[in-house]
DNA sequence: CCTAGATGTTCTGTTAACAGAACAGACGAT
DNA sequence: ATCGTCTGTTCTGTTAACAGAACATCTAGG
């Protein structure tokens, strides 16, 4: 701590106005992240988010503050002002909100950002676009392959262009369900499944129900 | 809250002896959960877990208590306590870990193992293990992913136990050769193929030349 | 208008998380 | 043996997270 300007919110810590969640850069690329990040958000900009994101998922599921509140057996004022992110929370109480809203941990305290685009994958209404997990390369091909979390929302099919013949797409999704590849041989994938193509022709990404979160793997050779 | 007993770690919420991890409950391993009643863990084991996992991350990286207590700001007497268990810590003081570990909130929180070595895959020499780079959760089916960089180095091959039947490995390879997958089923694959098993038996991570680097995604149930 | 029954926010006293000091062991060097 | 410096644990006073009550604010329904 040490940190003088903690008290959670000092001023204005907000979140999310428009954007659905809205979190600035925390962390960009992990395995560099040693790097004493000043594009990290402080203490107190990560617990109003996280606060925000616990409002959110309580809303969607149109459960009450008080009733939430009670389901996991907090205090009303507690649950408000955490939500508010006038608190800092402890485990115990994160911990006490999983079961009720029926998420993990990580749900309450990763920062899905929409990341507005990496690489083309342009943003479509809300909640959608690519987010860069990793970069790696293969220094004896001299392939290059990126790691992007991919979210896609419902709605008029995403189309890319063509990339070329040397550039590869490997999408394995997480949740929902999608149409995905080039464009006349597209291939149906739910969750824990896997498409993939060669980039060389139009392919498009179609959200076909649920909320499409995947790994979507790009392979191309070095520029 | 409302619990009466829950001063954390009341008497024994011990986690782990002598395992390389020493998971408690929480990791499947049917006949082996502690469970008194259901069996996700309580929050006083929990609170255990992520302090031993704390532990584990900082004795891995060579610093002392005392040194990572100054790099997070933290008092070093918080942070030994938080270590054994007997501290219900907050989210600012876990988000003030990230940095000097080198991780993210989910490595630390997740009860699987993070960085370091992911599944049985010991870290050997230097950079060798896996990265966590992300952890998603489809709330729909209530399944988590974690996404994982891994890397192997050439050597005798990695034997990881079985993680029960809940459990599927995907790894996609980005440079070298290996045979992975369940013991007496491997599978060879090289740059930009893939690999899929389910983890209800041992399976193992053998280098066949190169450097073999790769994206490992781990899906299970929710904690 | 006034209740009745929700909502979420602010207040109040208790309890515990926190920083940092004091402490106890273990090891090396002189 | 006696420092000196490291380790991690336990102690002490302050601050804030907590439960729950009191308080607002809103929307019916009569």
Redesign the pocket.
Known sequence: ??EPG???LGSEARVGSGGPDAAPSADRTPGASISAGSDAPTAAQFGAQVGARIRRL??ERG???????RR?????????????G?????L???Y?LTNPLGVGLASLLTSWRPAGHAHGVSVQGEAAGAYLLDVLEDTETGSITEVYRLTVAAGPAYVSGSHGPDVTERLTLISGFAAVGRIGRLQEIGPGQSAEWISDSEHSYQVLSGTVVGILLITHPRR
């Open positions: 701590m040490t903690l008290p959670l309580r809303t459960i009450s503050l008080t009733d939430l509140a996991a057996g907090l205090g009303k004022g507690t649950l408000s002002e955490l939500e508010t006038q608190r800092n929370p402890t115990e109480t994160l006490a």
